[in-house]
Nanobody
Framework: QVQLVESGGGLVQPGGSLRVSCTAS????????IAWFRQALGKEREGVSY????????YYTESVKGRFTISRDNAKNTVYLQMNNLKPEDTAVYYC??????????????????WGQGTQVTVSS
């Protein structure tokens, strides 16, 4: 069955870096765009970044531009989110999700059909 599994979260100090991964199974990853969302405690789920099937087109929410980089390795069925210069406000559960339509609506969770279970990222000193 279709599965997305996130990994790589953890506790990091402000200014530090983490790379979270999203490994897909049960479908051909290179046929789908993938997005990363995050949800902080008490807040709505927020679109963070998006990558098209080939990796040529990417989107980032304004607050992470210049700090986060999304990439994919279709041969490894994995999408990555490299997060640098992390800030306390980046603390959240990070989820990856599959875009069935390829429309690129990275800020619309309802557009996505499969989600991972999430990985916690905590930025604190």
């Amino acid at each position: 069955q279709v599965q997305l599994v996130e990994s790589g979260g953890g506790l990091v100090q402000p200014g530090g870096s983490l790379r979270v991964s999203c490994t897909a199974s049960g479908f051909t990853l290179d046929s789908y765009a993938i997005a990363w969302f995050r949800q902080a405690l008490g807040k709505e789920r927020e679109g963070v970044s998006y990558i098209c099937t080939t990796g040529d087109i990417t989107y980032y929410t304004e607050s992470v531009k210049g700090r986060f980089t999304i990439s994919r390795d279709n041969a490894k069925n994995t999408v990555y989110l490299q997060m640098n210069n992390l800030k306390p406000e980046d603390t959240a559960v990070y989820y990856c999700a599959r875009d069935p339509s390829g429309n690129g609506y990275y800020d619309r969770p309802d557009e996505y059909d499969y989600w991972g279970q999430g990985t916690q990222v905590t930025v604190s000193s």
